[in-house]
């Protein structure tokens, strides 16, 4: 039986109604609303289309976030008069060194982790915040329409983006309310999709933007928002740590910001490359939030939101080709997150108005790259960019290392190679296991299903499975020798499973849990994982993450 026949219609034999733009961006986050808001303060004649997958904007954005003002001061000068709904003046910063039953405090917070004149908010708010302030210049946007593909001319020039038909059977198949998504054309199509954007990923294959650069590389960044009880909370005090639970060889650290309203911000974060098959970054987080030193703040309060997201960390050397004819990348989907400080807010907003005063002088994309480069924002990546690769000798090899690059700017004769965080599993049986000396829990969540009700994601269930495996029969046979099935401890949402029946032994996919981090995309040892786009609006509603 033919796809036509069994009530599957291929995309490109369907009629579709074209929206055409001097721009369209993908992305409604810091980058993409600066982006837009920049290059109608420079232009209002040109027409710019920002469109979100999210059905809400801000309801994917997860970040810690504390973010330096600058970039910010010079987009919207009058900001501060109007905050954005969660905004704090941060007072004071400590940074620790944990073991599993006590900590050390340094005497002093890194340079890039001093926090003063900085404001800790909720990103996903900002953007909510954000998108009115382009509105009223005359950006249009349109939450709940996710891209599901790039739109090529016959030279294979990007001209705009395909949204994702709604409506559309698990089988692939069209149910009673299908609507065709439709073609937006625009001169300039600009990627701001955050970290591992699945157009970005494939528009760097076709356009080969890597082939002069190391790969990019990740971590998974876990976060919670709680409420607590009355009088533990001081406002705008920032802590980092590192140590426990990470032992000394996996790359991993913490955050816990105090908010306004007896409110805490709480996450951790886990490099990607690290090489023990059995690690849970999730696993880590929840051990960490039960430290003696974190638990008493938590202790009788409740999780409010909850959520994680990859973050992107190769750095300066990690830098693909950010422009292509038609096309360019802006943002965390370039990118440009500064690993050190923790931050890629101020970074995002910077080559956002960077990409919009290129457009507005020339609607044509040739000539960004240089122009980044020779930014601020380069600047500021090269002088950290050993910082992180310094961390896969071990924790204090790695803190000497940083010590070295903050003191001399950056200027070593070289620059540490990074590799995919793909490739840096080791074997089950090769890896020496580490000593845990994870303690009893007792906080919430209990397991990863109930940290995915406090994400209040949804999916559809009948819905193409937007987790494409591209051969299963690898996840029962090698990786299960090999990896021992790493996918069913990396994802922070417990969507991958390896069940057993009368059937036989098979990987169980639970699209319906996913939160979007991308870490199986990421993480995935054969790279035979591909995150795409659900149905517009599917996903996470993170409030005030």
Known sequence: ???????????????????????????????????????????????????EKASTIGAHILSGAVIEPGPLDALLPGWRDAPPPVCVAATEDEFWHLGKTGGRKFPFV??????????????????AWLAPQAEALGVEIYPGFAASETL????????????????????????????????????????????????????????????????????????????????????????????????NRTYGGSFLYHLDNNQIALGYVSGLDYKDPQYKPWEAFQQWKNHPLIAPLLE????????????????????????????????????????????????AIRSGMLAAEHLAQSMDPAGFDAKLRASDAMKELHEVRNIKPGFKKGLWLGMLNAGWE??????????????????????????EEPKRDYVQRTLAPRDRLQGVYYAATEHDEDQPVHLKVADTSICITRCSEEYDNPCTRFC????????????????????????????????????????VTPEGGSGPNYQNL
């Open 406 to 431: 903050t003191m001399t700017r950056g200027l070593s004769p070289w620059t540490l190679k990074v590799k995919p965080d793909w490739s840096s599993l080791d074997r089950v049986g090769a890896h």
């Open 110 to 127: 890194p340079p890039g982790m001093n926090n003063h004149g900085n404001f800790i908010v909720s990103l996903g708010a900002m953007c």
């Open 492 to 531: 922070p949402a417990n969507v991958y499973e390896i069940v057993e029946d009368a059937a036989g032994k098979r990987l169980q996919i639970n699209a319906a849990n996913c939160v979007h981090c991308k870490t199986c995309d990421i993480k995935d040892p054969y790279e035979i994982i591909t995150w």
């Open 1 to 51: 039986m033919s796809d036509v026949e069994a009530g599957v219609i291929p995309p490109d034999a369907i009629e579709r109604d074209v929206m055409e733009y001097d721009v369209v961006t993908v992305g409604a986050g810091p980058a993409g609303l600066s982006f837009a808001i920049r290059l109608k303060q420079l232009n209002p004649a040109i027409s710019v289309c920002v469109i």
């Open 300 to 347: 009788g309060g409740t999780i409010l939101s909850a959520g994680a997201r990859a973050i992107v960390t190769g750095g300066w050397q990690s830098l693909p080709k950010v422009e292509m004819p038609g096309a360019l990348l802006i943002g965390d989907t370039a990118g440009l997150l500064n690993v050190p400080k923790i931050k890629g807010t101020h970074q």
């Open 152 to 247: 090529h001319d016959a030279q294979g020039k990007v001209i705009g983006v395909r949204i994702g038909d709604m409506g559309v059977a698990r089988d692939g198949s069209h149910k009673p309310g299908y609507t065709a998504g439709i073609d937006i054309h625009a001169k300039v199509t600009v990627l701001a999709e955050g970290a591992r954007g699945h157009l970005t990923k494939r528009l760097v294959k076709q356009f080969a933007l890597d082939q002069d650069s190391d790969p990019q590389a990740y971590s998974i960044g876990i976060k919670e928002l709680w409420q607590v009880p009355e009088g533990r909370v001081l406002p705008g005090k920032i802590v980092h740590t590192l140590g426990w639970p990470a032992d």
